[in-house]
Nanobody
Framework: QLQLVESGGGLVQPGGSLRLSCAAS????????IGWFRQAPGKEREGVSC????????NYADSVKGRFTISRDNAKNTVYLQMNSLKPEDTAIYYC????????????????WGQGTQVTVAS
């Protein structure tokens, strides 16, 4: 089956760092733009970042720009999200997702979703 599996979440203090991974199985990420979204309880999913198929161009939400870095290793069929200078407001479940269309901040644009990994930023 086509699957995306996130890992790397956990509990960190404000100012700390985490590196999330998104591994694909059943299909190759080579043909997809990959996005990261996050969702806090009771809130809608928020677009965080997206990386194009080539990996050359990336996009970030204003709230994470300068703190988060998205990258991909197509040989490993994996996409990463390096999160630095974490803030309590970054607390959410983080999802990776794939689209055959352009990168966008709209969840409806994406075709495949992982189950998410919890990130909690608290002292």
């Amino acid at each position: 089956q086509l699957q995306l599996v996130e890992s790397g979440g956990g509990l960190v203090q404000p100012g700390g760092s985490l590196r999330l991974s998104c591994a694909a199985s059943g299909f190759s990420l080579d043909y997809y733009n990959i996005g990261w979204f996050r969702q806090a309880p009771g809130k809608e999913r928020e677009g965080v970042s997206c990386i194009r198929r080539s990996g050359v161009y990336t996009n970030y939400a204003d709230s994470v720009k300068g703190r988060f870095t998205i990258s991909r290793d197509n040989a490993k069929n994996t996409v990463y999200l390096q999160m630095n200078s974490l803030k309590p407001e970054d607390t959410a479940i983080y999802y990776c997702t794939a689209t055959s269309a352009s990168c966008s901040g709209y969840a409806s644009s994406y075709n495949y979703w992982g189950q998410g990994t919890q990130v909690t930023v608290a002292s």
